[in-house]
């Protein structure tokens, strides 16, 4: 009993601690199964939400750190050393008590690990990967495994990682060399950038080898921090764009900075900004997935709008390219129409050999019909003279007013 | 009106559509009826002329694996829409089965509403060990909207390793002896009452956990509910806790990310390094 009050206690410390880091992604890993064997788990390349919390974020994993003592002192971080926490330190046993429970009561897909920097990054990385074999090897675990890489570790350290982790992660959390020496003067960018190249490494030579050891199937990661300094979104979105184009990042996640007890004057003590993180992440995804350069969403300096989507945006300032034929208009065009994402323009030019396309279908494929209709042309329409001037437009599809303060 | 009586699974159902489609028969003849449902008041048994001589049918069978699908859902003209559309590939109508037709896209809406069914059952039952020595290993109790525990359950085996587990259902379960599946309907009382009774124990370091990774200054009632709708709340451990997590960011924890247990206990500064 005192040894489950302990855990306990250990565990709402470690998981507070772990909560900032908003990567939960369980996706991506190849196909292994324990049916009819001894050990535990299984991944299918599709990731699983076990639950949500009330923030409405999706708990995939168990995320937590080996420890939140930390030599950093990161002004962003509610670990660094300065800051006036509790602290704690699982055994690397009790980690793989927990994940192995937790998994068996289908509360989880697997585990995300990450740790403050203690005695050295070389030492903390080895705790990190000591936990990872003891599942993979002893427990014969197979879950999701996420391991959060520390940049200074030594490259065979990262290379052992990659061999026991379905994905790897380094967080670049301020995309500037400016903020970085201004909030965590321990990190450097040439550094994060160099964990990343070896990761990417990993996974090349890992790839161009039938044989070779597995290397982070589900490859690498990120995270930027949002609102903790003055970077922009056009500096935040560039510096995604580099990083999916150099390292081949699965994902940059973008974390709203919140609020942390005892805050230092260095970062705001405002409520996080949740809305303008939801438009990065609709812009995240328009990269990745529709083909836009992040120079096309944010032509100069400055942030997204908040009010309406960026894919609104960019139809609303290109203006020439609309409105467009749904019967004849190329796939990717389709997909650039606002209100009909890419899996409705693959419907509508199925759709589309088989018959004329008219504007109920677009109903029918549940495609935002006030966001499209000044955009598109079908068989039995066309947008009315008034959708012409672009800022009334803008007001009318405007979302209404800005995030409140949140107290 | 033609009354179609059949066993009330997609198998038993297909064989009889087989048998309507090659007689000729029209959708709007047919009331379909499954198990021992009382069929319509204008119902009778009497088979209208066949319209056209039978041929042999052909039909995708992909086709067939999107009717099975959607015959998983729970809805009062399920075996009906489904013989439509049937009917209607058949007469090489191929409109019928894509989401821009009236029939392809209700069909779609089903299968959809099918796959996030067993991805919910994935995501939110919660397996609890089970002490009795004749029992399996684990057991869960879970309440799906859809008729889908026969697909979503083999899930778990690839899972779970050499545990044996109990899945019980309001209307049918399934038991995985590590080896076997094996499936009753309706549901055992004696497994239903052990997947209930299992379900009431334990649970306090994940509920630990679920309260410490939530950050009360994203408070986000809507997300949440749109994801884990509250059907669900009552079967899972974390539950409890979610009216009482939300009312208290309400009231004051929204002020900072950290977890209320964390904030009452005693913090530690660390030494700079080589100052200590």
Redesign the interface.
Known sequence: MVI?MQ??EK???L??A???DVSCASSGAPKR??????????T?GMG????????????AL???LLTN???Y?CQYC?NR???????ARFTPEEVVT?TL???????ISGLFLSSGIIRSADYTMEQLNRVAKLLREEH?FR?YIHLKTIPDADPQLIAEAGRYADRLSVNIELPTEASLIRLAPEKQVVTIKQAMHAIHEGETEAKAEKRAPRFAPAGQSTQMIVGADATDDSTILHTAQSLYGDFRLRRVYYS?F??????PKTVP?E??P?LREHRLYQADFLMRSYGFKAGELLTGPGNLPLDIDPKLAWALSNREHFPVDLNSAEPALIARIPGIGILSAK??V??RR??RIRFE?LT??RCSLEKAKPFVITQDYRPSLAYRESSALRQQLSEGPVQMG?? | MLQVRFDGRFDGWREAARDLLLRGIAPHHVEWLAGDEAGGLFGGHVAPEPIEPSSPVRIPRQLLAELETAARFRTADRWSLLYRILWRVAKGDQTARLVGDVDGSELHARIKTIRREMHHLHAFLRFSPITCPSGPDYAAWFEPAHDILTSAAPHFAERMGLHSWLIATPDDAVLWDGDVMHYASPCPAIWRQLAQTAQESGAELWKTYYESTFNPSRLNRDVLQNNLPVRFWKNLPEGPLIPQLMSRARAGAQRDGQAERVATRPGKRIERPGQA
């Open positions: 489950v855990l306990i565990l709402s410390v998981a507070d772990a909560k900032y199964s324990s049916k009819g064997r001894s050990g535990l788990g299984a299918d699983i939400c076990h639950s949500f919390t009330p923030d409405g974020r999706c708990v168990l995320k937590i003592f930390c030599l002192d509610v050393r300065s800051s006036d926490v509790p602290r927990l429970d937790f998994y068996r009561r289908n509360c014969e879950g709203a919140s609020p942390i007890p005892h805050s003590f409520a996080p949740l419907r509508l199925a759709l088989q018959k279908d029918r494929l949140l107290w």
